[in-house]
């Protein structure tokens, strides 16, 4: 533990691991729209109701009765699409300054980790919309899980509930997307954060 936090909250950072122009702020701008998606989606749960027939009302009821409702959600999409466009970007990024290399494979690994999750916390925020588009998505992505032998259905039931073809807001998109997922991408992401300074840096090595 105290490994971790020496690491995490070091006394002292070399100055060469603060270039702007190196990183871009790409890996901080990711976890500040993280944070923001955090709160608003808070304030958000307060009002939405899963469901097929009242996932869809429940966003109709947020974007034009609540107060600043709309206002609300519409920061909640935009920084799910900011941190989306900003994760990828930090991935080429990593990729283009070979700063997946040894000794750091260990957190390139971590962050494609961190990728998938971001996709598909958005994929499950796009399926509680509720809307018929969502219902068709949310029908793609069972029948592809479905696909694999044995598992797909138990997998397609775990993950996905059952959505209908007019609906994809279910229970179980609803807890995975507002537990399930940010908890484990939290966890991931401080991680990410210890592994890069107990590797040396963002610096090339």
């Not at 300054?97 to 961190?114: C, E, F, I, M």
Request: aromatic fraction near 12%; charged fraction near 10%.
């Amino acid at each position: 533990m105290s490994n971790f936090v020496n690491h995490i909250r070091p006394r002292q950072v070399p100055g060469r691991v603060l270039s702007v122009f190196y990183t871009f702020c790409l890996g901080g701008l990711s976890f500040l729209a993280f944070i923001i998606l955090g709160i608003t989606g808070l304030l958000l749960m307060f009002h939405y109701l899963p469901g097929e027939n009242t996932g869809f009302s429940s966003v109709l009821t947020l974007g034009s009765v609540l107060p600043y409702g709309g206002l609300l959600r519409n920061l909640h999409y935009w920084s799910a699409q900011i941190m989306v466009v900003t994760v990828n970007l930090h991935m080429l990024r990593v990729v283009w300054t070979h700063s997946y290399k040894p000794p750091r494979q260990l957190n390139w690994l971590v962050g494609v980790g961190l990728l998938i999750l971001v996709l598909v916390l958005d994929f499950t925020g796009f399926l509680l919309v509720g809307s018929q588009e969502s219902g068709a998505a949310a029908t793609v992505a069972v029948n592809i899980l479905k696909l694999i032998p044995g598992l797909g259905p138990g997998l397609a039931q775990i993950f996905l509930g059952r959505p209908s073809a007019l609906s994809g807001s279910t229970l179980a998109v609803y807890v995975w997307h507002c537990v399930g997922l940010p908890f484990a991408a939290l966890f991931l992401q401080f991680y990410h954060f210890w592994r890069i300074r107990r590797d040396g840096g963002v610096r090339p090595l």
